[in-house]
């Protein structure tokens, strides 16, 4: 009937939230998963796995960030793909950007990759085609016109 908080040694009630935070003083060798939520202000040397995260201005990756929901003011050197992004005006991020929803980008983020909308459900196929081959496709010729003689009335 009722539920039972449980209480950290000094007497505060631990968080439940599903919310975690890395601080400024902290560094992380490796990948990072969680089903929760992330506030990064530290670094982390590997690749992220979470449902939400916050990159703060003084936060970094470097690595790879698979993430249900992203906001991102600090550094990243690696890949995103994600289903809703926000970029903000202190972001610098060097790698491709995957986005399913929504990508939102403030003034003065600098971006150095690749933007790409991808779908959950679609395959490439033989529709998809790429800048590159749109770039070198050489002008398309007309056909020949070949004047065709009538014949003389009798």
């Given at each position: 009937?009722f539920?039972?908080?449980?209480?950290s040694?000094?007497?505060?009630?631990?968080n439940?939230?599903?919310r975690s935070y890395?601080?400024?003083?902290?560094q992380?060798e490796?990948?990072?998963r969680?089903?929760?939520?992330v506030?990064l202000?530290g670094?982390i040397?590997?690749?992220?796995?979470?449902?939400?995260?916050?990159?703060?201005?003084t936060g970094?990756?470097?690595?790879?960030?698979?993430v249900?929901?992203?906001?991102?003011?600090?550094?990243?050197d690696?890949r995103i793909?994600?289903?809703?992004?926000?970029i903000?005006?202190t972001?610098?991020?060097?790698?491709?950007?995957f986005?399913?929803?929504?990508?939102k980008t403030?003034?003065g983020?600098?971006?150095?990759?690749?933007i790409?909308?991808i779908?959950?459900?679609?395959?490439?196929t033989?529709?998809?085609i790429?800048?590159s081959e749109i770039?070198e496709r050489?002008?398309?010729?007309k056909p020949?016109v070949?004047?065709v003689h009538?014949?003389?009335a009798?």
């Open positions: 009937m539920k039972s908080l449980k209480i040694e000094q007497g505060q009630p631990l439940h939230s599903g890395i601080g400024e003083t902290m992380i490796g990948d990072l969680s089903s929760g939520s506030d202000a670094l040397n590997g690749n992220v796995y979470v449902e939400e995260m916050i990159l703060t201005e970094s990756i470097r690595g790879s960030l698979e249900g929901k992203v906001e991102i003011n600090g550094h990243l690696g793909k994600a289903d809703t992004i926000v903000g005006k972001a610098v991020i060097k790698g491709d950007i986005f399913r929803n929504t990508l403030q003034e983020a600098d971006i150095d990759g690749y790409k909308r779908d959950n459900g679609k395959r490439e033989d529709e998809d790429e800048i770039v050489s002008e398309i010729k020949k070949i004047p009538q014949k003389k009798v």
